[in-house]
């Protein structure tokens, strides 16, 4: 399957993802979905029965990961270079995102997270943005020696694309929480 083949299947998929949301948040207020894939990371806002806007960023948590992180967990070199990349991709979501939106994204992306931050089962509600800091610090030590089970977060270099991924996300663009889509 080709980028453009994924693309559009992840624009589908981004469609389906906005109307399940939209069930959580009334037309007339803003919402956004968040999608991050293997190769793509897709964002779909709106503030009606449909989106109004889709982009297709060029960052997923296996892209990242094969891209910037040559060990597991990365170094911090390997990290900065990654946030370079992810925040230049981030900033082209910028202009779609209306004022006051409410973030949602699926709970397979959101559960390894949650659990590293001290939720045990994250089915329903949101985390905050100062919660998924506090996985992005603990990532961030271990990198720079502290050992991962005294972290305890996941070492993989999916897991570290994936929260380096939403952590940018929702810090560049002023996300305070991300919902769990139902």
Do not use: C, W
Request: aromatic residues 6%.
């Amino acid at each position: 399957m080709t980028i453009r083949a994924k693309e559009a299947g992840a624009f589908a998929r981004e469609a389906s993802d906005y109307q399940n949301a939209r069930a959580a948040v009334p037309d007339g207020q803003a919402l956004t979905v968040l999608h991050i894939a293997a190769e793509i990371t897709t964002v779909t806002s709106g503030t009606g029965s449909s989106p109004d806007s889709t982009i297709s960023l060029a960052i997923g948590y296996g892209r990242t990961a094969a891209t910037y992180f040559k060990h597991e967990p990365p170094t911090p070199v390997e990290l900065e270079a990654a946030i370079q990349a992810v925040e230049d991709e981030v900033t082209k979501a910028r202009h779609l995102i209306p004022a006051g939106s409410r973030l949602y994204t699926a709970l397979a992306t959101l559960q390894p997270i949650a659990q590293s931050s001290g939720f045990a089962e994250l089915t329903q509600g949101a985390l905050s943005l100062e919660a998924i800091e506090g996985v992005f610090d603990r990532l961030t030590a271990v990198t720079l020696g502290t050992p991962a089970t005294h972290a305890e977060i996941p070492t993989g270099a999916s897991f570290a694309a994936t929260l380096l991924i939403l952590r940018e996300f929702m810090h560049h663009l002023r996300f305070p929480s991300v919902s769990v889509l139902e």
